[in-house]
């Protein structure tokens, strides 16, 4: 009998928990919608998992930068125990979001927490560059970020700024010295990525930067 007695009591304390934990889990992401900063640091402060993932698998720290909701951003990448390089299932990360939306405090606060400035694949560069976020880009390049960085199928920062970006990122890039030559798995350049999207002040940059390169008497 008294183990019966022990074992009720036990399914009763469990099932209050995953009620509570439920509860919590709701609450977590309503206020990233919300961005409720303080809902947020009170469910971290009583013990909620910083990194639970949504059911769609986005992160909090991700979906916060994504909405954005910058102030629980904030909350998150300042608690010591969130991860700030979980990745997606895509393998984006934090530091890419916010490079592509273009908020450089919390690109700033995402490096100090050693955010990975460079990684295999899509890196964050490629993600500031299609925005045409120069400050962010010159922030990235500053910590040592590759600059012909190559997605999946071989697509420099240089070629998303090209066709996505802005004409100042272009020229950003070129200075810092990205190559030119480079191709993606198509054979395509990033002057062909300008050509192809008809970005005429990109294309013509890029093509003067290569005529530049040419040894003199050549044309």
């Not at 910058?70 to 608690?79: F, G, I, N, Q, S």
Request: aromatic share 8%.
């Amino acid at each position: 009998m008294r183990i019966w007695t022990k074992f009720a009591a036990y399914l009763v304390v469990l099932l209050c928990f995953s009620a509570a934990h439920a509860g919590s889990y709701e609450d977590f992401f309503t206020a990233i919608k919300r961005d409720d900063a303080a809902a947020v640091q009170s469910l971290l402060q009583r013990g909620f998992d910083a990194d639970t993932r949504a059911p769609d698998g986005q992160h909090g720290l991700y979906l916060a930068l994504r909405e954005p909701a910058l102030k629980v951003a904030r909350v998150l990448v300042d608690w010591p125990k969130t991860n700030v390089e979980a990745r997606n299932r895509e393998d984006e990360s934090p530091l890419m979001m916010a490079a592509l939306k273009g908020h450089t405090e919390m690109v700033r606060r995402l490096i100090a927490r050693d955010a990975h400035v460079s990684k295999p694949g899509w890196a964050p560069l490629h993600y500031a560059a299609t925005g045409g976020h120069l400050e962010i880009m010159a922030l990235l390049l500053e910590h040592h970020a590759f600059i012909d960085a190559e997605s999946p199928n071989g697509t420099t920062p240089l070629m998303m700024a090209a066709m996505y970006g802005t004409a100042p990122a272009v020229k950003l890039l070129l200075d810092a010295g990205a190559d030119v030559t480079m191709r993606n798995q198509l054979g395509m350049t990033a002057l062909d990525f300008a050509v192809q999207a008809q970005r005429r002040d990109a294309a013509e940059l890029i093509a003067q930067h290569v005529r530049a390169q040419r040894p003199r008497g050549t044309w």
